[in-house]
């Protein structure tokens, strides 16, 4: 049966509230207002909303939380906007800092026979092009154990696999570092260089924070598992 479709400033507000604290843990509405570059008072008066209408459940601190109804149309948004990034990326060759950005209008537009063309085109793939996992078409989202670049210690090495999407000059910056899903990065001198593919790169990784990585020695464990 097909769902009604929710307002753009309604879809984009459970989103937000996904990608804050993935849908487990309530958020409070400053960072919240900041995500959305609104103002708190604005966006108080939306999660009022949201909340008579399901999608939410507020706190007496001003906190909101998404029910399971909220959190189940908030994967759906997700997942129209990370099938048109890869597509966007893979099928017209859109950088892949432009692209987010397009998606973030597109996915409120799209409709669900489109995306799942786009997606068959595509060969269901199962991470955009930052190296997220997309939901599938039942909502369901691949859980990984990540950790951020900047927590590795000095020596540590990784496999990058999920670069930050809401900075367009920070995803800039990530490529021509060759900080992309699936590169090998080594930690050097305290967090203050690191190597990647091979490369020594003169910068600290506290500049990457928005990288998401693996350790490798988990990723050895996993394959002899």
């Avoid at 309530?26 to 995500?35: D, G, I, S």
Wanted: hydrophobic share 45%; with cysteine.
């Amino acid at each position: 049966m097909t769902t009604a479709r929710l307002t753009r400033s309604r879809e984009d507000y459970l989103k937000a509230l996904f990608a804050l604290e993935g849908g487990t843990r309530a958020v409070h509405v400053t960072p919240l207002a900041k995500r959305l570059r609104v103002t708190a008072p604005s966006a108080t008066n939306m999660l009022a909303r949201l909340a008579r209408e399901g999608l939410v459940t507020r706190a007496a601190r001003g906190e909101a939380r998404l029910t399971a109804l909220g959190l189940r149309r908030a994967l759906q948004t997700l997942r129209r906007h990370r099938v048109l990034e890869t597509y966007l990326v893979q099928a017209l060759g859109l950088d892949w800092a432009a692209a987010h950005d397009e998606a973030e209008v597109l996915e409120h537009a799209v409709s669900d026979a489109v995306l799942d063309a786009m997606d068959c085109q595509l060969g269901r793939p199962h991470e955009d092009p930052h190296g997220h996992p997309i939901p599938d078409r039942r909502g369901r989202l691949a859980q990984r154990a990540l950790v951020t670049l900047t927590a590795l210690p000095a020596g540590a090495v990784a496999v990058v696999r999920e670069v930050g999407d809401g900075d367009r000059a920070f995803m800039t910056r990530c490529r021509r570092a060759g900080l992309v899903p699936g590169a090998h990065v080594r930690v050097l001198e305290g967090g203050a260089a690191l190597e990647v593919g091979g490369r020594r790169l003169a910068a600290a990784a506290a500049r990457f924070s928005g990288v998401r990585v693996e350790p490798l020695a988990s990723v050895t464990r996993r394959r002899r598992a």
